[in-house]
């Protein structure tokens, strides 16, 4: 049986058909290979000078998917055909939506990568420019959306015009009905601009406290001590009384001793020195008082200021530490005993049952 090439189906002869269908895989198969070769040479090992780019490509070679393939391959074989022209167009236009896609797609994860980097290179020296970058990126990722939907409905044959007009005139209705994510939208804008706190900050909100881990358009979102994830609409944030810790410049403490009453007037008077000197000999810390505060209910209280000249918690508690340290070895050597709670109790004789106090 001999197949016939020149029969016609549907304006195109057998041969055109066959010689489409080879296009459209040829194309596809070309494409594919093509990718899975840059996809090899790029996961090798690239020097550091190239790394950034290295990987940026290897990404985006992986973000061309197999369906946008086949939807190119096969736009390239019906071009060798005689179709109706509502047919070519259909053909021509979910392509170029297809590439469209695409193109965003990759916009995207480019716009994603270079902010992750800068933040992964800056978060630490520069955590403000860090928090305004991530902001800005998520504007351009949603303004490259945007701009493609507008493309796509013009090739569509849809008047952008008139459609960005009525956005025009129908966003007062809409800013109406959205006045909570418009707050929370602009309030994302002053954080941003203002910087009251930026990403890496620890800062008390409330009774919440937390290190900021990122700022968005509607939330920012807090990791506790604890290790949950705190979120707050960024209108409520502002709204609310911040204590930023990472923007202090000194620390200052503020501590009590107290010692027991029966402390000799050479002890007391010895103390505020003592502890002057054990402060003064610590590095970073700039003393400021040492005072016989009070008498307390139990004890003699002394009130001790100093100001440690950064603002790490750490090395807060280590310098506390090594003065309490001290302070109890130096009161050790001298015989001055720190005071607890007590309660003494004078009895006096029942003068009625032994009047003569003698005993008998």
Same mark, same amino acid.
Request: proline letters at 2%; aromatic letters at 12%.
């Given at each position: 049986?001999?197949f016939?090439?020149?029969v016609?189906?549907?304006n195109?002869?057998?041969?055109?058909?066959?010689?489409?269908?080879?296009?459209?895989?040829?194309?596809?198969?070309? $494409? /594919?290979?093509?990718?899975? $070769?840059?996809?090899?040479?790029?996961?090798?090992?690239?020097?550091?000078?190239e790394?950034?780019w290295?990987?940026?490509?290897?990404?985006?070679?992986?973000?061309?998917?197999?369906?946008v393939?086949?939807?190119?391959?096969?736009?390239?074989?019906?071009?060798?055909?005689?179709l109706?022209?509502d047919?070519t167009?259909?053909?021509?236009?979910?392509?170029?939506?297809?590439?469209?896609?695409?193109?965003?797609?990759?916009?995207?994860?480019?716009?994603?990568? /270079?902010t992750?980097?800068?933040?992964?290179?800056?978060?630490?020296?520069? =955590?403000? =420019?860090?928090?305004?970058?991530?902001? @800005?990126?998520?504007?351009?990722?949603?303004?490259?959306?945007?701009?493609?939907?507008?493309?796509?409905?013009?090739?569509?044959?849809?008047? @952008?015009?008139?459609?960005?007009?009525?956005?025009?005139?129908?966003g $007062?209705?809409?800013?109406?009905?959205?006045?909570n994510?418009?707050?929370?939208?602009?309030a994302?804008?002053?954080?941003v601009?203002?910087? %009251?706190?930026?990403?890496?900050?620890?800062?008390?909100?409330?009774?919440?406290?937390?290190?900021?881990?990122?700022?968005?358009?509607?939330t920012?979102?807090?990791?506790?001590?604890?290790?949950?994830q705190?979120?707050?609409?960024?209108?409520?944030?502002l709204?609310?009384?911040?204590?930023?810790?990472?923007?202090? @410049?000194?620390r200052?403490v503020?501590f009590?001793?107290?010692?027991? /009453?029966?402390?000799?007037?050479?002890?007391?008077?010895?103390?505020?020195?003592?502890i002057?000197?054990i402060?003064?000999?610590?590095s970073? @810390?700039?003393?400021?008082?040492?005072?016989?505060?009070? /008498?307390?209910?139990?004890?003699?209280?002394?009130e001790?200021?100093?100001?440690?000249?950064? %603002?790490?918690?750490?090395?807060?508690?280590?310098?506390?530490?090594?003065?309490?340290?001290?302070i109890?070895?130096?009161?050790?050597e001298?015989?001055? =005993?720190f =005071?607890?709670?007590?309660r003494?109790?004078? $009895?006096e004789?029942?003068?009625?049952?032994?009047p003569?106090?003698?005993?008998?």
């Amino acid at each position: 049986m001999q197949f016939n090439f020149n029969v016609t189906l549907y304006n195109n002869t057998m041969f055109g058909w066959l010689t489409a269908i080879s296009i459209a895989i040829g194309v596809f198969l070309i $494409i /594919y290979i093509s990718k899975v $070769i840059v996809l090899r040479k790029l996961s090798k090992s690239t020097p550091e000078t190239e790394k950034d780019w290295g990987d940026l490509m290897f990404a985006l070679t992986g973000k061309i998917k197999s369906p946008v393939l086949f939807v190119l391959a096969l736009y390239s074989g019906t071009l060798t055909l005689d179709l109706p022209t509502d047919v070519t167009r259909i053909f021509s236009n979910v392509a170029f939506v297809v590439v469209l896609l695409q193109v965003a797609l990759i916009g995207t994860h480019i716009i994603g990568f /270079y902010t992750l980097r800068y933040r992964q290179k800056k978060i630490t020296s520069n =955590a403000a =420019a860090v928090t305004t970058v991530v902001s @800005v990126g998520f504007v351009l990722k949603a303004l490259l959306w945007f701009v493609m939907v507008l493309v796509a409905l013009d090739n569509f044959g849809v008047n @952008v015009n008139t459609l960005v007009t009525g956005l025009g005139i129908g966003g $007062i209705a809409v800013a109406l009905a959205v006045q909570n994510l418009l707050g929370d939208l602009f309030a994302s804008f002053s954080i941003v601009l203002d910087k %009251p706190f930026v990403i890496g900050d620890f800062i008390i909100v409330g009774e919440y406290l937390g290190t900021v881990e990122h700022v968005g358009l509607k939330t920012t979102r807090i990791r506790s001590l604890s290790g949950e994830q705190l979120i707050f609409s960024n209108g409520d944030l502002l709204a609310s009384r911040i204590r930023n810790f990472k923007s202090m @410049v000194e620390r200052r403490v503020l501590f009590s001793i107290g010692v027991i /009453y029966q402390t000799t007037y050479d002890q007391l008077v010895a103390i505020p020195e003592i502890i002057r000197s054990i402060i003064e000999s610590q590095s970073q @810390v700039r003393f400021d008082r040492a005072h016989f505060k009070e /008498y307390g209910a139990y004890s003699l209280n002394f009130e001790i200021v100093y100001w440690i000249q950064h %603002p790490d918690y750490n090395m807060y508690m280590d310098i506390q530490q090594t003065i309490n340290l001290a302070i109890y070895r130096q009161f050790d050597e001298m015989g001055i =005993a720190f =005071a607890f709670p007590t309660r003494t109790l004078f $009895i006096e004789p029942d003068k009625k049952s032994n009047p003569d106090g003698d005993g008998a």
